[in-house]
């Protein structure tokens, strides 16, 4: 006997390009979401969409629920900038107090340039960064 998993549609989706920058009105949101209709996504999941002859790869980032399928009153929502896997990529350094750090990523959430769970992995990189290097200067400071 198999088991039928009943995929509901998607309210959200988040989508990241990938390896570049996009600058789109609703005319491209609204082609993208009909390209990728009925599709089943999850996050994480690379979807790759044929505009004009050209391939633009995009990561799934956020679904809810995860998984689902796409459809007609999903709200597409596509960032403008690539994913980013660095907080070397917002200019943000390990000698920023943690209040500027805050601040950039705020800022880069409210321009849709990052996600709210980007800001937390980021942030959790740069306080370990910042543990390893503060570890690395006491123990000079000992010596």
């Known amino acids: 006997m198999s088991t039928k ?19 789109y009105d609703d005319d491209f949101r609204n082609f993208i979401k009909e390209y990728i209709l009925k599709q089943q996504i999850e996050k994480g999941k690379m979807i790759d969409v044929i505009r ?6 995009f990561k799934v980032k956020s679904c809810e629920p995860d998984p689902a399928i796409i459809g007609k009153n999903t709200e597409l929502t596509i960032l403008n900038f690539p994913e980013i896997s660095s907080f070397r990529m917002l200019d ?26 980007d800001a937390i992995e980021l942030w959790k990189q ?7 290097l503060s570890g690395r200067v006491k123990k000079e400071l000992s010596k």
Do not use: Y
């Open 52 to 57: 004009l002859g050209h391939k633009i790869s």
């Open 126 to 132: 740069f306080k370990k960064q910042s543990a390893i």
């Open 5 to 23: 998993v009943n995929i509901l549609e998607a309210s959200k989706v988040t989508l990241a390009p990938v390896n570049m920058t996009l600058n």
């Open 92 to 117: 943000i350094n390990i000698f920023m107090s943690d209040e500027q750090v805050k601040l950039i990523l705020s800022q880069n959430i409210q321009r849709g340039n990052i996600t709210e769970d």
